[in-house]
Every structure is written in C-alpha cells, then in structure tokens.
C-alpha cells in the first residue's frame, strides 16, 4: 500500500503562484506512475500531470501546460506541482494519485481509474 498525503494549496490571486507538495510512504518501491489530478465543484476529477516515478518523462494537460511543472525528489519521495500564472478557472482540489500497475503508458496515465492510491486533496482558490 502507498499512502499520499498533500500540502501547499491554499487561497492565491491570478497570475500568483503556488508549489504543491505529495509526500508518499508505505509500499514506494519500484516505478510506477504519479499524477496530479484536480476537481471543481460540479466538475469531473480531471488529470493535469504525471510522471513516472524515478523517471525523466513529464505529461501535461493542455489546459496547464506551460504553466505547471511536475517534479519529484531526489529520494522519489516527494512529489512536487509548481503552478504558475495562475488563474481563476484553476480553482480546484487538487490530488495526487499513484498508479503502481503501469508506467504513465498513453492509455491511463489520464484516466482516474488506473490510479490506485489517493491523498486527500489540497484546495487551490483563485481569485
């Protein structure tokens, strides 16, 4: 089992910037592959980065790309989202998610129910 748990959201104005923190613990071994979704009030849990863990190779949404980097420490045990020019329609709980069956492959890195492991979420508002 992984655990994931989030930090670093918080209220922020447009064109701000903040850097989510994952820290992972239990079962971490290996690679596999970790992603940031998020989700507004009304909305669908939507994917906006993953990266395999260990690994080199970063995949964005459309909608963050060139504003959001993921990363990882050099203990690959601290998952990090900067996010940048940030803007109101970015408002949004923001997971992290582990997926420790596949390694970021094209047909689930994007999609919730590969995803195994949940934290709890961090909000991002804003404003």
């Known amino acids: 089992h992984v655990q994931l748990v989030e930090s670093g959201g918080g209220p922020v104005q447009g064109g701000g910037s903040l850097k989510l923190s994952c820290v992972a613990s239990?079962?971490?071994?290996?690679?596999?592959?970790m992603g940031w979704f998020r989700q507004a009030p009304g909305k669908e849990r939507e994917a906006v980065a993953a990266?395999?863990?260990?690994?080199?190779?970063?995949y964005y949404s459309d909608s963050v790309k060139g504003r959001f980097t993921i990363s990882q420490d050099n203990a690959r045990t601290t998952l990090y989202l900067q996010m940048n020019s940030l803007k109101p329609e970015d408002t949004a709980m923001y997971y992290c998610a582990a997926d420790t069956t596949n390694v970021c492959i094209d047909g689930a890195r994007w999609y919730v129910t590969y995803y195994d492991y949940w934290g709890q979420g961090t909000q991002v508002t804003v404003s």
């Open positions: 990266k395999v863990k260990g690994g080199s190779a970063t």
């Open positions: 239990g079962d971490t071994d290996g690679s596999y592959c």
